[in-house]
């Protein structure tokens, strides 16, 4: 049978599966916290290299506890300039990533 077959049957019957473990949250939003204006309008393209760069910051949840990871790209290569890992979660992680990617591009 298709799952899709057996979602739509279990939804139908108002029936759920299990879900294991539990949800962590691991950001909060604040409701007074002033938002970032989004400079670039959702467009990550660039005309030439160095000229846009976008950065994140996720986790990894291994066996045990998280592993957090920064880093930037250069949206013109779509390449990782910079990037950082660390097992705790602090503003110098995403820093350090910049940080990585300006000596890696030369930049003074």
Do not use: K
């Amino acid at each position: 049978m298709a799952r899709c077959t057996v979602a739509r049957l279990m939804r139908q019957l108002g029936l759920r599966g299990v879900v294991r473990g539990r949800r962590i949250r691991t950001t909060i939003p604040g409701d007074e916290a002033e938002r970032p204006e989004d400079l670039v309008e959702r467009a990550f393209c660039a005309e030439r290299p160095n000229r846009l760069w976008v950065s994140d910051l996720t986790y990894v949840a291994p066996w045990r506890g998280f592993v957090y990871v920064a880093f930037v790209i250069d949206a013109f290569s779509r390449r990782i300039v910079g990037w950082r890992v660390s097992n705790s979660l602090r503003s110098d992680l995403a820093l350090d990533a910049l940080e990585q990617a300006l000596w890696e591009r030369d930049f003074e």
